[in-house]
């Protein structure tokens, strides 16, 4: 009798016990001051999407001459901050093309702004990366 009650008493405390232990870590888990929930509720953004973005480098965008007849092409890859006032800051290339096109990105990027993003109601600097297509070809002029 004293070993069918010994083996309850064993089942029961695996069954019971050890459960119950792992259901009080995991509940008290994220009571912790440091684990909180962090809610993005607006990504950074170009007035107007990403369309107008790429729309406003594909009309602003001279080439050098040397691009236009060497026909460069391919992708300007581009790092800022976006600060809480909506400037942008810490231009840097990663990628570039070369031909003063990546000088000519840097300088369009100065001028535009972006909307910051929010995080738990407050805006924040945000780092982005984007890349910019370049083509550089001669300016085909229809007829009218």
């Known amino acids: 009798m004293k070993t069918f009650?010994?083996?309850i008493a064993t089942y029961?405390?695996?069954s019971v016990g050890i459960p119950a232990s792992l259901a009080q870590e995991k509940k008290n888990a994220y009571n912790d001051k440091q684990n909180i929930s962090v809610i993005l509720q607006k990504e950074?953004?170009?007035k107007g999407g990403e369309k107008a973005l790429f729309k406003y480098f594909s009309d602003s965008l001279h080439?050098?001459?040397?691009a236009i007849s060497k026909k460069?092409?391919?992708e300007?890859?581009?790092s800022f901050d976006?600060?809480?006032d909506s400037n942008l800051t810490n231009i840097k290339i990663f990628s570039g093309v070369g031909y003063g096109v990546d000088e000519e990105v840097v300088k369009l990027f100065k001028k535009i702004k972006f909307g910051p993003s929010?995080?738990?109601?407050?805006?924040?600097?945000?780092?982005?990366?984007?890349?910019?297509?370049?083509?550089a070809a001669p300016k085909i002029v229809l007829p009218e």
């Open 118 to 135: 929010i995080q738990n109601g407050v805006t924040l600097r945000m780092n982005m990366i984007i890349s910019i297509p370049v083509r």
């Open 76 to 78: 300007v890859m581009v």
């Open 44 to 46: 950074p953004e170009f």
């Open 63 to 66: 080439y050098s001459n040397e």
């Open 82 to 84: 976006i600060m809480p």
């Open 12 to 14: 029961l405390f695996f």
């Open 72 to 74: 460069i092409a391919g």
């Open 5 to 7: 009650a010994y083996c």
